[in-house]
């Protein structure tokens, strides 16, 4: 890639033929979109947007680079894979400027090619491209007034982002509160190019999830069901990445919401009988997925393995047919508690009232988490819980939920209900004589190792309801046919999924 050949560049990400191309209008629409929305706001006259993308970082104090993912804001202005650059925009004009790092001849030596302004140019079509060192002065060329930079608070993780800084900034006027408020709200509402990568990479991550299905059998161990998985994402649809530490859960640790962490890290042999709840998704060119399966290792249901998970699929499906815009996400949670709590009464496992269930928040107990979250440029994508409301609730179960906003179109979030059988909260529940007169304490014994259900779909709100995205097999007898498929082809092995041998 010389300097001569930069031209030739194609404007576009994409890694292969069997993948998706991104074409850098994309980033250029959100460029587009943000100066709109500030220009409809008081901004200061000659404002400009100022980003800091992420850094190179190595791990500890050792001279080990940790595996470089852009900053999501940064990425979803510029669409950047390369570290330690900033990025300009007049709001005004919406001219953009990437500022690059000036690297040291050596970094031939060690890295590869050093290539010109030209090249970046050429690649992301931005409007110019210079110098990280040079931001000072390019800003007073551009006559900046007053520079936006971003400084706010992540309601998912109580975390702030970290606001452009450069040697010379003090000598500007800045304003760090305008801008994070109204850049989240576009990242909230997907384009049509966006929605284009997140079908592909749900495609993708769905295609992982399903080749799970047909190989994995007793005696795996979990994690080797999360190597198949980043294996095929990888291979198959270019995901370096996947949007989140991947939750290969079976038997009692499917109550365990966000086992695989590394104090468990997907690391317990399979046993036949057990289900699994894998919960795990792909990640392309920072655009995530989140999906979950769950289904006996052994491909057969038992009887108690349908009851649940029928109960959890029949509240996805409720929500899914009430979804629309102008409803609210709150609202729909309620509705997957009160599905939930209604099959558990039909199962036996409680009794009485729903509606009494409903006021003590019963469904909590079984489903501790929120229906789902937005998703984007981050699995827990931004904008959850704007400053102008709605605010948080309290209760058990609605204090978890990551946004309780009303529905509009072109959001994109996920609906993920579940009912676990965690035993300590159980045990709780059944020491709360406001909640246990509801749980039939004898007949939920035999769920005590049971472990959960989750199942997790992404969808996008239309105008008149909801797409799906993700595209795995839901119900019982399509999953059944799944895993029957895949063992009764012969020719179905572990050689070439990159995986140790393990006992059929």
């Not at 930069?6 to 979109?33: E, I, Q, Y």
């Not at 940790?66 to 900053?71: A, G, K, P, S, V």
Request: hydrophobic residues 35%; negative net charge; proline residues 5%.
């Amino acid at each position: 890639k010389s300097p001569e050949l930069t031209n030739k560049v194609k404007p576009a990400f994409c890694l292969g033929a069997n993948t998706l191309s991104v074409p850098m209008s994309l980033f250029a629409d959100n460029r587009k979109r943000l100066c709109n929305k500030l220009r409809t706001i008081d901004v200061p006259e000659h404002s400009i947007v100022l980003l800091q993308g992420g850094q190179q970082q190595q791990q500890d104090s050792t001279d080990r680079d940790i595996t470089f993912r852009q900053e999501s804001f940064f990425q979803w202005c510029f669409g950047v894979s390369e570290p330690d650059c900033f990025g300009a925009i007049d709001v005004t004009s919406g001219r953009s400027v990437l500022f690059v790092p000036k690297l040291p001849v050596e970094y031939r030596v060690w890295m590869g090619e050093i290539f010109p302004p030209s090249h970046f140019q050429a690649k992301y079509r931005v409007d110019d491209v210079m110098f990280v060192n040079d931001i000072a002065t390019i800003l007073k060329e551009m006559k900046a007034g007053t520079l936006l930079t971003l400084s706010g608070l992540n309601t998912d993780s109580g975390l702030t982002t970290r606001e452009a800084a450069f040697d010379g900034i003090s000598s500007f006027k800045v304003d760090n509160k305008l801008l994070h408020p109204v850049i989240s709200e576009c990242r909230v509402i997907k384009s049509e190019q966006e929605l284009e990568v997140l079908r592909y990479v749900n495609r993708v991550s769905s295609e992982a999830h399903k080749e799970i299905m047909r190989r994995i059998r007793p005696g795996w161990m979990e994690y080797q069901a999360e190597s198949l998985f980043k294996h095929h994402v990888y291979t198959h649809g270019g995901c370096r990445h996947v949007a989140y530490t991947c939750i290969g859960a079976t038997g009692d640790h499917c109550a365990v919401l966000h086992y695989g962490h590394a104090g468990a890290p997907n690391d317990r042999l399979i046993q036949d009988g057990d289900m699994c709840l894998f919960d795990m998704g792909g990640e392309y060119y920072c655009y995530a997925s989140d999906i979950t399966c769950s289904y006996p290792v052994n491909g057969k249901f038992t009887n108690d393995q349908k009851l649940i998970y029928n109960a959890v699929l029949k509240a996805n499906r409720a929500v899914q047919k009430a979804l629309k815009p102008g409803v609210s996400w709150v609202d729909m949670h309620l509705l997957a508690d009160r599905v939930q709590l209604e099959e558990l009464v039909k199962m036996g496992l409680l009794h009485g009232d729903v509606d009494a269930m409903m006021d003590v928040r019963l469904g909590a107990v079984f489903m501790p988490h929120g229906l789902g979250h937005f998703m984007g440029h981050d699995v827990h994508d931004v904008g959850g819980y704007p400053e102008e409301g709605p605010t948080r609730r309290t209760e058990p179960g609605l204090k978890s939920l990551r946004t309780a906003r009303t529905m509009q179109e072109g959001m994109v979030l996920t609906i993920e209900p579940g009912i676990y059988f965690n035993w300590p909260i159980i045990q709780d529940a059944l020491n709360n004589p406001q909640l246990s007169c509801f749980i039939n304490a004898q007949e939920i014994q035999r769920f005590q190792n049971f472990g959960g259900v989750r199942i997790e779909d992404d969808i996008a709100i239309t105008s008149e309801g909801m797409e799906m995205l993700t595209c795995v097999p839901r119900d019982v007898d399509a999953i059944e046919q799944l895993m029957r498929e895949g063992r009764e082809s012969e020719d179905v092995s572990l050689a070439g999924t990159l995986l140790p041998s393990v006992k059929q």
